[in-house]
């Protein structure tokens, strides 16, 4: 099992920045790649963008925000999610994932057997 907690999300204003958290524990040597999703109240979970545990491989959604970027600290269990020039459109609860299978592409949150609680990341004037 991969134990994943998310930290980090606040209540920001538009062209702030957050980084989130996302400390891995438990058989972390099991995972292929990790990501970020965010689901929006009354809307689906959509994903952001992930990073391959083993390599150094992006992977990136069709709505690629350019503003987001995610990094990795192997050593440590950590995945990070730095969110620049946030929007209001951007408010939602984050969520950290892995996924312990091979694949092509990482968009779809079907490959992704690990989740942690969520963080809520809420942007408003």
């Known amino acids: 099992q991969v134990h994943l907690v998310e930290s980090g999300g606040g209540v920001v204003q538009p062209g702030d920045s957050l980084r989130l958290s996302c400390a891995a524990s438990?058989?972390?040597?099991?995972?292929?790649?990790m990501g970020w999703f965010r689901q929006a109240p009354g809307k689906e979970r959509e994903f952001v963008t992930a990073?391959?545990?083993?390599?150094?491989?992006?992977y990136t959604g069709d709505n690629q925000k350019d503003r987001f970027i995610i990094s990795k600290d192997n050593a440590k269990n950590m995945l990070y999610l730095q969110m620049n020039d946030l929007h209001v459109e951007d408010t939602a609860a984050y969520y950290c994932?892995?996924?312990?299978?091979?694949?092509?592409?990482?968009?779809?949150?079907?490959?992704?057997?690990?989740w942690g609680q969520g963080t809520q990341v809420t942007v408003s004037s």
């Open positions: 994932a892995a996924s312990t299978y091979w694949a092509e592409t990482y968009s779809d949150d079907i490959l992704y057997d690990h």
């Open positions: 438990g058989r972390t040597y099991s995972v292929r790649v």
């Open positions: 990073i391959s545990w083993i390599d150094d491989k992006v």
